[in-house]
Each structure stands twice: as C-alpha cells, then as structure tokens.
C-alpha cells in the first residue's frame, strides 16, 4: 500500500533533514503557541526548502494570522483546527487547500458530509482539560474507521508510534498517516531513528 506520511512539528534543519531522509511526503509547521513545536514564520521560512509538502497548523486562526504566515513562507496545505463553516472560508478566501482537523471519540463523530476542504485529519477529541486541540499524543479506536468512506481524502493522526502505525494503518484502512510526538524524543525534539523507523512501518 502506498501510503502518504506526514511529520509534523519540524523545528529545526536536523528534524526537516531527517524527514526528508526518510521520505516523508509532508513536513508540518505549528503555528500555535502553546505547543511545544511551535515555530513562527519567520522561523519556518529560514528552514531549507526540500522535497516534502509543507503544512502550516493553526489553531481558530484569523485572516491576518494566515496572511503573514503565507507571506513569510511557502506553505502547500493549511492544517484548520476551526468548525466547518471558518475551515471552508479560510479554504475560499486563500486558496490553498484545506486540511480540516476533526477530534472523534465514537463513529457518530466522523464527518457526514464531504465539507469545503481538501482532506479530512481525524484524530481522537482532546481531553477536557486540554490546553491545545490536537497533538496531545492520545490514539482513537482504529476499528471505528474501517469502511468509512468520507467523499474526500482523510488522514490518520493522533498517538501514532513506529511501533503501532502499521496496525493503524491495517484496522483503519488509512491511506495517510501524520506523527509529530510519536518520533520524538523529548517533547518538540525530533529523532532522525524514530522518524525513519516510523516511515518504515507505516509503508510495510
């Protein structure tokens, strides 16, 4: 199976460098500041420009938010944790696609209806007591995704391991994959071994 790979939180040349080693289709920038992978534009701009896809993350962004990023650094995909109706007017007012997160606990969670964006990210709803939507390291029931069909691409994420990626990939029946703490190790530090051997299990 041929499947997509996202490593998101890159921060420094080493993590990009080492995403690109290993074949990564996209590399992620967090534009959030509460992250411990946040990185401003500026930052992400100075970052050498490789192979991958990159994606910018934003958390309930505004339209002067998304400006600045998009004028500091090129930017292939927007990564929208927003509701549907901010995700498809930030798809139509900049043009770049849209990839719109969305946090399920149960299969009456996962979205209905093919929305405005390019591609559904699913991953499991944050806890109560969270202090940022996604990233929070916390694997759904893989199981709940199988036949899903949303009428648009879709992406795994959430709690995504080397060691359990390809398990992921075989009760979800995922095509796309995204792992940011997953291939770190210390929070927003990433691991050249941990992302070549994530790479290679999830395409196993």
């Not at 997953?182 to 994530?198: M, N």
Request: hydrophobic share 50%; with cysteine.
């Amino acid at each position: 199976m041929d499947i997509e790979i996202k490593i998101c939180g890159i921060r420094t040349p080493e993590a990009l460098a080492a995403a690109e080693a290993a074949g990564a289709d996209w590399v992620g920038f967090v534009f959030f500041p509460r992250s411990p992978r946040a990185v401003t534009p500026a930052e992400a701009a100075r970052l050498p420009q490789g192979r991958a896809g990159r994606v910018g993350l934003f958390v309930n962004p505004d339209e002067a938010e998304i400006a600045a990023a998009l004028a500091a650094v090129r930017l292939d995909a927007l990564q929208i944790y927003a509701d549907a109706a901010r995700a498809a007017a930030i798809a139509a007012r900049f043009g770049v696609p849209v990839w719109h997160a969305v946090g399920v606990a149960s299969r009456a969670d996962l979205p209905a209806a093919p929305g405005a964006g390019a591609r559904w990210v699913i991953e499991a709803k944050p806890p109560r007591d969270a202090t940022r939507p996604g990233g929070n390291a916390l694997a759904l029931d893989w199981s709940m995704l199988a036949g899903w069909r949303p009428g648009r691409p879709w992406m795994l994420a959430g709690g995504l391991t080397p060691g359990n990626v390809a398990e992921a990939v075989r009760l979800s029946g995922a095509t796309a994959v995204d792992v940011s703490s997953g291939v770190e190790s210390a929070p927003g530090v990433k691991d050249p071994v941990l992302i070549r051997d994530f790479v290679v299990a999830a395409r196993r």
